[in-house]
């Protein structure tokens, strides 16, 4: 089979530029601990109101500047956080702190993301997702859906304020 | 300014109106309306879902479109953002594969198909599962998006719609596979014509690639809908929907790839740069396409870190065959350019028919296509997928893929295919070249926007004009995603205009199917590219590799059911009396009796006749 030389030096190229991406990608899992959501568990969704650790929703401080955030995504919002519900709370934590968000959903498929973070996770029913991430920056950090989970999509949101 | 004289038609017109009659007489006449009617279904859904799209870039400035008393009733934006998915990247691209892929594979062997029944057939179940999932997407009962994750569910007749759509594409795989057969019985020994080998492996990798969804619709969702079960695992049946989600990419993009590499190079004037890598790079896409699904679940708690990392690498293969489809395409456009005198390191480029806006189309479309390519790593690199995963990037990035290497590349191929099919010369080509241009600045202008907006945090697949979360940052992202589609849309209407008028207004003329050679032709090539039982063998292979540990390990630890719920969605799916479970299966069971029965007929029936 005959490949022309140009042809064999571009495919050259390419092969480097991949291996040159594989390495970054590697990077930024082993020397900047960038790790994606990993199986934490299962449940079932139906009875996960009443089940531990989603039958006490909220913010614990577990030790000093480490917290975990328990939390329920359903139709249409963060619970326990605010948005546009009126019963909602949303959270305040001091800059530094490490927060470990454990979440799962009640009802339909949910996605988990606070905006200018690297935190973006599925919350699917049946599922238990966990996400660590250090709020070195204070400021409001907004809380989003960001899977399409029913008419009133766009009104499940909620606030982390760093202080 | 163009070395390559466009007429209007792609020869000189024809010297009487005999010969000007003749466009698709090679081909009879049964087998050529199902492709024209597949087509016009295609343009039907571009224009429909085009609409719909500039709603919803429209509503992120003016939310009142669908936050207002008199349409709030008749359409919501996830309706119409559900409609506008199905249209475009389900109904709209199937049915164009369905009608180019089976024309090509005609001209390639220079033959009919081998049934004609089953070309029509394949058009007359799309059309029923377009009238199936279109009842239930207008009437509000399936606003589940086109990725339908469970546990929502919708109406059943929009899964039996999206069942026959696939089922339509399948009929064309089975009908190319037997002229196939027939051609080599004649022609044993002969390396097979390029174009009908990019046609046929197209369709093959989609085979293998619809087994997931098959699966999940057939297996989980359909019974869910009609209430024989009451629960599903929402992490498999995603598992299953991306099993054909990622390659389903491909199966929109492959016929754009056979008009680039087999019939661009002829329209531009030049050559196919080399056979055997074009069929190379058909085969990678067959081999690679499915095994890459888990790269759209990065961020799925339920799917283990290793699998998730396997899939990276598998996916990152997949870019292969682009990067040479990026060279392959740039040298055979350039060996016709300085063939038609272009001198210079860039002089060939105004060479390659500016002015023919079937070519100006595809050259803008390529060009779209090395930022989507590009945007495409960036999606698919593990880590770097957490800053933009469920974004607006996403769709800022898949309309510079499949919004314009796939969909310009087919307005660009109706270009001459409908003057083919009509015998009508093109209606106002000059209006095919504004179009050509509108369309790549207004895509360019949205993919800006949603990108902009999906690095800052905006999320895809939300009514953002309704979002009361919305920080100031975003309304620049916004004006331009309405800018864009504005834009676009209004190349959109010239484009379904101009094919309107093309079929309407008689005016004869005679165009060919543009198909170009190779410069290095098949005889120089080594046999096995052209086993395509045993490629087909191998990638099975790879993917239950790739996904039955995926699977195994779902089935072990995937989680429990979760029931389907439905009522706050706004829709209800159909209410069937209980222990309809016995009549679902009556039903699989007929159409499966059909479907053997169909299936003997067309086996047992005659070869088809070279024309």
């Known amino acids: 089979m005959k490949i022309h030389a140009y042809e064999r030096i571009y495919l050259a190229l390419c092969a480097v530029l991949i291996v040159l991406g594989v390495i970054a990608v590697g990077m930024s899992v082993f020397a900047r601990g960038v790790h994606l959501p990993a199986p934490h568990g299962t449940i079932l969704a139906a009875e996960a109101v009443k089940t531990a650790p989603f039958d006490n929703l909220g913010l614990t401080e577990v030790a000093p500047g480490e917290y975990q955030m328990v939390m329920l995504g359903q139709m249409w919002q963060w619970n326990p956080l605010k948005g546009e519900n009126p019963n909602g709370k949303d959270i305040t934590i001091p800059a530094g702190s490490t927060v470990t968000f454990t979440i799962t959903s009640s009802d339909v498929v949910h996605g988990f993301m606070v905006r200018g973070t690297n935190i973006n996770a599925m919350v699917i029913p049946g599922q238990i997702t966990e996400v660590t991430y250090t709020f070195d920056k204070p400021g409001e950090y907004l809380v989003i859906c960001h899977e399409y989970c029913g008419r009133f999509h766009h009104k499940m949101w909620g606030k982390v304020i760093v202080s | ?611």
């Open chain 2, 1 to 611: 300014m163009s070395s390559v004289p466009y007429t209007g038609s792609m020869t000189a017109p024809a010297p009487d109106k005999v010969a000007a009659r003749a466009n698709w007489r090679e081909f009879p006449k049964e087998q050529i309306w199902p492709i024209g009617a597949q087509l016009g279904l295609g343009m039907v859904a571009l224009g429909l879902g085009g609409l719909l799209g500039l709603l919803q870039a429209l509503e992120r400035v003016r939310p009142e479109i669908y936050e207002n008393p008199a349409t709030s009733k008749y359409l919501d934006y996830y309706q119409g953002l559900s409609l506008h998915g199905v249209l475009l990247a389900l109904v709209f691209t199937f049915t164009f594969a369905n009608s180019f892929l089976s024309l090509t594979t005609m001209k390639a062997f220079q033959r009919p198909m081998r049934s004609t029944l089953l070309l029509q057939g394949s058009f007359v179940l799309g059309a029923l599962g377009v009238v199936l999932a279109g009842f239930a997407l207008l009437t509000n009962r399936a606003n589940v998006l086109y990725t339908m994750y469970a546990p929502m569910t919708a109406h059943v007749s929009f899964y039996l719609g999206a069942t026959l759509l696939v089922v339509s594409t399948w009929l064309v795989s089975l009908n190319q596979v037997l002229t196939l057969r027939d051609w080599r019985k004649e022609h044993p020994g002969e390396p097979m014509p390029l174009l009908a080998f990019a046609s046929i492996v197209s369709f093959l990798m989609w085979d293998l690639a619809s087994i997931g969804i098959a699966v999940e619709v057939l297996g989980f969702l359909i019974p869910a809908s009609v209430g024989i079960v009451n629960a599903v695992n929402p992490q498999l049946t995603r598992t299953l929907f991306w099993f054909t989600g990622h390659a389903i990419v491909y199966f929109w993009l492959l016929p754009a790839y056979v008009s680039w590499y087999l019939m661009m190079p002829k329209q531009v004037g030049g050559k196919i740069y080399s056979d055997s890598l074009t069929r190379i790079v058909f085969i990678l896409f067959l081999l690679f396409s499915v095994p890459t699904g888990l790269h759209h679940q990065y961020t799925d708690p339920g799917i283990p870190i290793w699998l998730k990392t396997a899939h990276f690498f598998t996916t990152i293969v997949i870019a292969v065959p682009s990067l040479i489809t990026a060279f392959s395409l740039m040298s055979a456009l350039e060996l016709a350019g300085r063939s038609h005198g272009g001198k210079g390191l860039f002089g060939w480029i105004p060479k390659l028919g500016w002015g023919n806006p079937s070519v100006v189309m595809q050259l803008l479309a390529m060009l779209t296509f090395i930022l989507g390519g590009i945007t495409g790593i960036i999606n698919a690199s593990y880590t770097v997928n957490s800053v933009v995963h469920n974004t607006a990037f996403i769709p800022g990035h898949f309309h510079i893929t499949v919004g314009t290497a796939v969909a310009q590349t087919i307005m660009g191929v109706c270009f001459w295919l409908v003057p083919y099919l009509t015998g009508n010369k093109l209606w106002q080509p000059k209006l095919g070249v504004a179009a050509a241009w509108l369309y790549t600045i207004g895509v360019l202008i949205f993919a800006r926007g949603q990108m902009w907006g999906g690095i800052d945090g905006m999320p895809r697949r939300s009514a953002m004009g309704a979002a009361q979360y919305q920080p100031q940052e975003w309304m620049l992202s916004n004006q331009l995603t309405a800018i864009g589609g504005v834009l676009m849309t209004i190349a959109g209407v010239i484009f379904v205009l101009m094919m309107l008028m093309t079929v309407l207004v008689k005016n004869r003329g005679v165009t060919e199917i543009p198909v170009a050679e190779a410069v290095i032709g098949p005889r120089a090539n080594w046999s096995g590219l052209d086993k395509l039982g045993r490629w087909f063998i191998l990638a099975f292979v790879l993917i239950v590799l790739a996904y039955g540990p995926t699977f195994w390990d779902l089935a072990r630890n995937g989680g429990r059911a979760t029931p389907v719920r439905m009522p706050q969605m706004g829709y209800m799916p159909l209410q069937m009396p209980a222990n309809m479970g016995p009549v679902l299966f009556a039903l699989y069971a007929v159409f499966a009796i059909a479907a053997l029965v169909g299936l003997w007929k067309v086996l047992l029936g005659k070869p088809s006749e070279p024309a």
